[in-house]
């Protein structure tokens, strides 16, 4: 299920009112106006005539560059730049550094139902956090089944049938110093084109669900540094049944034969098998350990492979 998070302006302002120290000026009734886009950009071509610069639902910023050069214009002139800036529907207006509104852009505001708000810090500033904020905030996600942990500094989800024992192997990887993102239920977010971001609705956050001990408290049990609230995902770990060994086909040279893909980007995966006397929690260490030498140009069947030939070479 994937899917698009709405955020109106009003959500924008509650969260950012403080460290932005963003206030109203007009448009309060525009409230409820939709962000599709995460960039907040300047549009000081658009006062020009430029339109092709502008684009709806945007947060558009207005600085020092822009009001001076509105201050510059005739009585006509500021007329026309306020409706090239307004012939598109904008998500909101943000004013910085404290600039004089003039009358007419107020005005106009209130008229189009366009929030316009206000803060003392410079466009730069505003911009970086609008940006940043809005990223998370419209980046697409989806949900997943699983257990998503950090392991060794790696964002590892690990998936499987029901009761192949995910959380039990979660659960051992805390024990040896690991940290637990999310249990069952996994938010994966793509804030990068090639980088999703995983964390836990708030609502199971820092819970971790073992048969036969029921829900623990995994924060309290083990302490702060046991949890973590969110990760990138680098690699996906299947936990796979013995008898399902020969239907997917293992490959039992590399470690990460496959990949699998989500939201459009392609995650490295590694097939498990579970059976009786195996040591999960290590196995899953040591995948880690070999997708890291591997993000480093370091492929151990590919150094075998060139051993071979050696051998072969040296034997002909």
């Not at 886009?37 to 006062?47: G, I, N, V």
């Not at 709806?56 to 306020?82: K, T, W």
């Not at 004013?95 to 810090?121: F, G, I, K, M, Y």
């Not at 040279?253 to 490295?268: F, K, N, Q, R, W």
């Amino acid at each position: 299920m994937d899917q698009l998070n709405p955020v109106t302006v009003e959500t924008l302002f509650r969260e950012l009112a403080e460290p932005l120290q963003l206030r109203w000026l007009a448009g309060r009734e525009g409230a409820g106006r939709t962000l599709s886009s995460e960039t907040a950009q300047k549009p000081t071509l658009a006062l020009i005539g430029h339109l092709n610069f502008v684009h709806p639902n945007r947060v558009q910023m207005l600085g020092c560059a822009e009001m001076d050069y509105l201050r510059g214009l005739s009585e006509d002139g500021l007329d026309d730049a306020i409706r090239s800036l307004f012939s598109t529907e904008l998500s909101a207006i943000v004013v910085s550094n404290d600039e004089t509104v003039p009358e007419v852009l107020r005005q106009t505001a209130e008229r189009t139902v366009t929030p316009l708000l206000a803060s003392p810090l410079a466009s730069p500033v505003l911009m970086s956090h609008l940006g940043h904020y809005l990223t998370q905030h419209l980046a697409e996600t989806t949900a997943v089944h699983g257990v998503y942990l950090e392991v060794l500094g790696i964002g590892v989800l690990i998936k499987g049938d029901a009761g192949v024992g995910k959380s039990e192997l979660a659960l051992e990887l805390v024990t040896r110093g690991h940290r637990l993102v999310a249990d069952d239920y996994v938010e994966l977010k793509r804030v990068a084109p090639q980088t999703l971001e995983g964390n836990c609705p708030p609502l199971l956050r820092d819970f971790l669900e073992v048969r036969g001990l029921g829900i623990l408290d995994v924060r309290t049990l083990f302490g702060e540094t046991a949890v973590k609230r969110s990760k990138n995902l680098k690699l996906i770990v299947e936990l796979v049944h013995p008898e399902a060994v020969g239907k997917a086909g293992l490959n039992r040279l590399d470690m990460v034969a496959s990949t699998e893909t989500l939201l459009g980007v392609d995650i490295p995966k590694v097939c498990i098998p579970v059976a009786a006397g195996r040591n999960l929690a290590v196995l899953v260490e040591v995948a880690v350990r070999n997708h890291i030498l591997k993000s480093r140009g370091i492929n151990p069947l590919d150094r075998f492979i060139e051993r071979q030939h050696a051998a072969i070479g040296a034997g002909s």
